[in-house]
């Protein structure tokens, strides 16, 4: 039902149950009854939203407190390959030229080889690409502008050409939305970019790091304290 209304559960940090029938243990309930949802429009809008069960005191509900202003430090973006490159046609052949163009003398250098061609496929990436998300409503508004006219041999061909260019743009959004939601199939017939969206959104809360147990058995929500810690437990992992 929640995925039939277009909604997402937005998850929660702290207790897994925010409802108890209060009961002696042989006959308690608990249950997760609580919950945020949030549609697409709202969550473009507050993608770093969370939401925390507190302590029940004198209910048998948990009360949840829904925060949509936390925000996450800056963090340089790693490299990342986008499916929808395979759509160009010097695809292969750009793979190909990059490849042979690093020495691999040793096995051990296979993932500075890779490093290495991911870093030139993103620039070449960019240059054959651009930014999608601008690029469509620049399109969408150029096409607007068009139709507006009377149509004249020379505008019905602009229009005919930009039309194909946004139709094939959009299928790139699609393909960008859908490889971050990690969702394998649109419904027939209607773009769901959206939902992919909404998906990658909720993907990416749910994969974030709110709360950590630091060694002093204390916990934290410090974005710097958490990063220093998870450092820190890795080196010393693969001393």
């Known amino acids: 039902m929640i995925n039939q209304c277009g909604l997402i ?22 249950e997760r009854l609580d919950r945020v949802l949030a549609n697409p429009d709202w969550s473009h809008l507050h993608p770093l939203a969370s939401v925390s069960v507190l302590p029940r005191i004198n209910s048998d509900h948990a009360p949840i ?13 790693s490299l990342k390959f986008e499916e929808f490159w395979t759509s160009h046609v010097e695809y292969s052949s750009i793979i190909k030229k990059l490849w ?9 250098n296979i993932p500075m080889k890779l490093n290495h061609t991911l870093q030139h496929l993103n620039k070449w990436g960019k240059s054959n690409f651009g930014n999608i998300k601008l690029r469509i409503p620049i399109l969408k508004s150029k096409l607007l502008d068009i139709r507006s ?6 505008n019905v061909l602009e229009e005919r050409s930009l039309a194909q260019e ?8 699609d393909t960008y939305w859908k490889q971050r939601a990690k969702r394998n199939w ?5 773009r769901n970019t959206k939902y992919f969206h909404l998906c990658a959104t909720a993907r990416k809360r749910k994969n974030a790091i709110q709360n950590l ?8 929500n410090d ?8 450092v820190d437990h890795f080196r010393k992992l693969f001393q």
């Open 9 to 30: 559960d937005l998850g929660f940090d702290g207790p897994a149950y925010t409802w108890s029938n209060g009961r002696s243990p042989q006959f308690l309930i608990q």
């Open 65 to 77: 407190l829904l925060n949509t202003h936390k925000r996450s430090p800056y963090r340089r973006r």
């Open 100 to 108: 042979r163009n690093f020495d691999l003398e040793y096995p051990s």
């Open 149 to 154: 006219m009377n149509p004249n041999p020379s």
């Open 166 to 173: 946004l139709n094939d743009l959009l299928h790139l959004e």
């Open 186 to 190: 649109i419904r027939d017939g209607n």
């Open 213 to 220: 147990q630091l060694e002093d058995g204390s916990w934290t």
């Open 223 to 230: 974005h710097e304290a958490i990063s220093n810690r998870l």
